[in-house]
């Protein structure tokens, strides 16, 4: 599939805009990058988390980077046949990657099916 950078981050900001209040709002200090490629080149890793989960923090204030949620373009492209699939996974990525946030494990996103 195919879609070009500003058009797939507008979808990004679209499925974002569809998740739940409840989810979005103690996002707090996080911001959400599109980009290309993780570091690696691979196509296997559709997004990251970046930061300190709030189960693990102990302070957080002043000073502090925001945390940020990384949404690659390419891996999702190459996973899907049309923009209905796409949208269906950048939204499971954003699911799973706010979840991590939320000191969510991969193990439990497994159980709960967002993995």
């Known amino acids: 599939m195919e879609l070009n950078p500003d058009a797939f981050e507008k979808l990004v900001i679209d499925e974002l805009d569809r998740l739940p209040a409840d989810m979005v709002d103690g996002l707090e200090n996080v911001v959400f990058v599109v980009e290309d490629r993780p570091e690696d080149g691979s196509l296997d890793l559709f997004g990251l988390y970046e930061g300190w989960a709030l189960t693990e ?18 891996p999702h492209l190459a996973a899907c046949d049309d923009e209905a699939e796409l949208r269906d996974e950048v939204h499971t990525t954003l699911v799973h990657e706010i979840a991590h946030f939320y000191g969510i494990d991969d193990a439990r996103l497994h159980e709960l099916g967002w993995a």
């Open 57 to 74: 923090r102990d302070r957080y204030g002043t000073g502090e980077l925001p945390d940020r949620i990384v949404v690659y373009r390419e």
